[in-house]
């Protein structure tokens, strides 16, 4: 049996078989002989049991080792009846031997900061030993009088926490309780009118009651993770209060939840972000009975869970679906392009979205147009749908369908002559539980709707007129298996002989030398960092300031202005009061500049001058300064152009505000505004440190200045363009592909140019240059 459960009697000392080696886990890495090798730690995380076609299974762990920095957390994949044999056998805090294990990135590192890599166990040479936790036995009488006067201190056993549950019949106002429930209806959190999150359950237990709980938290991850009506949550220390003859439940100091999903046949499986809490048999059995009731008594509502195909004109309902793109129309309003593997039978509008206002592909091949639908998110739901990624699976509540003809505001419809489309809205405010949701791509509520969606894509890949398309229909892979092949090569006019590492290395500096390598890993992981902005005069890099640092600034120059207006500048100071018009009062500015074809904005948000930027060419933010209007601080971009931001160097820049001379001007581009204001503009570089491998060795070398010719984009279409993108992710993917994957690491032919820094005498640095890699025609 693969999973080996070690005896519970407390003799045993070693759970590391003897003819394994431990490893610590800060050392795991790709490219490394684990033979003979094993990782030791404690489960802190058990995920779902997931089922899978023909028979296979799989979970997902976390274990953690001696410490608690992230990089002694890893997790750990388990495949088919491994997997199914440790879900039954471990539980947190017991302490598992894995080994026979492989390698992979690990895709979520950027998300939940564990470490890089995952251990992958499958197959007949993978094993797992599990070391239940005990608790430690109490010494006997005869031990105690043995002991010397003044005996060691000995380490005391973990203190066991026993909570209390208060029965929701049995509340009174004024008390701090526990309490478990049947959820029976939820808000999903949205923004208070203070500095808290908000979200609101109401819930039932054996005792028929009914109570509303309203819960405060700065963080949206210590919210309840209800996904449906149904599911089971457990709450410790809520505030019984009463308000107007009725009972409610608040959180107060140290409220924490965890939820259980409520159908009978599904594992129980604690939703939760806290890294540790108490769980034991008698929660357990709590929470099977609270799901025996609920499916046994009708408590829970009537679900409004539909699938597209069932969609009907003027209902409200639920959906679950995955995100496929989505598009900003106007202020308040975001445009949600989803699919669920159904096709509604209803006639849609043909909307037409601003390519430069999409995140993800702006068009689809005909086969694929009939399963899509798009969802019109309004007002507070806005700011949650703009923090969407394409490739998410979504649950929407509480969606409005209807039929109509009119056009919905800021896109282009196309009728095709036909008078009546149904449109599908989530309106804004909270009432009837409205709001968006992401759910875990491990649910087990998505794995129906997963399969339906690969059935259609195989049916698609035997089209031979839509399989190019695919890439933009499906979530990016995590492996590059289905990848375009791509064509790697140098494209310098220099012949010379490949050498090997090792002779670069004994080189001289200042020559270029031919090398065949394979990429062995790559810096930074996540790509948006490789990002930066470069001065041609200073020579320096800098990072690209984040949304954080520039809306502070623009925070800091908000306020009325006392000046009078030149004719050249338009300031449109907008107080609280006015931002409920903002949408009309953006469309009068860009009427009255469009023949100036610019704007010097003052007084909004770094938000509120994005928008203007979709109606606006040129947007030049200023402030108030002693009395004048100046520039911003040179944090903060100086131009705006649609989505780009043109930032100058404070060390070479001698910026003022003056009027422009640009008579006769034709195009006012970002190189004029920068001369007139006397700003040094800033230019976007990719920057890239690949460890370069072969028989003789490793090399580090970067990717900077041949980084555009290298990947076929531009650095400055990689900072706002999706497409661009992820041209640059799947070029890395194949060139360094996830271990495990089909895909083998390709051999590269690279031309490397050795050089000194100027600071350094002693030092030799690698940079790729004059090779591109593009995917054949």
Known sequence: MPVHVLPRDGKQKNTVPTHLTVIPIPLICINTDFTGKAVKGNVSWKGPLVSLPEDNFVIKVVIEGKDDSPSTSINVILFGHLAKDFYSAAKIADVVVASGFTVGKSPTAHKDKLHPYNLLLKGDNAFIYVSQKLLAAPRSTAAVKRTTKHPPEA???????????????DLKAGTVVNVYGVVVFFKPPYQSRGTDICSSVNIIDQSNRKVCCTIFCAKITAHPQILRVGDIIRMHRLKAQSFNGTLNLISTAGFSVVTFDGAVDRPIEPRTSCRSFVFDEDDRLTVEELRSWAATNSVLPPTQMVVLSEVQPNTFFDLTCQLLAKATVDSNCVMLRVWDGTRCPHKMLNVVPDPNSTDGPTSFPDQQKDFILNIFVYDNHVQQ?????PGDFLRVYNIHASLGSDKEPGVRVDTGGEGCHLTLALHGGTSYGKGIQVIPETSPDLMDMKRIMN?????????????????????????????????????????????????????????????????????????????????????????????????????????????????????????????????????????????????????????????????????????????RIALLDLTAPFLFRGKRRFYGCKHCSNAQLVVPQWQGVHTINEELVAKAFGIQMLKYVLLFKLELQDATGTLDALLWRDAETFFSVSADDAATNQEAQDNIRQTMDFLCPQEGSKAERPWLEVCLATYQPDDSQNQTCYQICDTTVHRPA
């Open 455 to 627: 059935n259609i894509v195989d049916d698609i890949k035997d089209s031979p007129s839509d399989s190019d398309m695919l890439d933009v229909w499906v979530t990016p892979p995590e492996s590059p298996d289905c990848l375009l092949q791509f064509c790697i090569g140098r494209m310098c006019t220099h012949r010379l002989q490949s050498v090997s590492l090792a002779e670069v290395k004994q080189s001289d500096p200042g020559g270029r030398h031919h090398v065949r390598v394979q990429l062995k890993s790559y810096e930074p992981q996540l790509l948006y960092q490789s990002l930066k902005l470069h001065c041609s005069e200073c020579l320096t890099l800098q990072e690209v300031p984040d949304d954080d640092a520039v809306a502070r600034i623009f925070e800091e120059a908000l306020g009325d202005s006392r000046l009078s207006s030149p004719a050249w500048l338009i300031p449109i100071p907008i107080s609280s009061t006015h931002r409920s018009k903002m949408a009309y009062v953006f469309r009068q500015v860009a009427t009255n500049v469009r023949s100036n074809g610019g704007l010097l904005l003052r007084g909004c948000t770094l938000e509120e001058a994005c928008q203007l930027t979709t109606l606006v060419t040129n947007v030049v933010p200023v402030r108030e300064s002693e009395g």
């Open 155 to 169: 380490p005391r056993p973990a203190k066991i926490v026993k909570y209390t549950y208060t029965k929701i019949a």
């Open 385 to 389: 749908a703009e923090q969407l990624k």
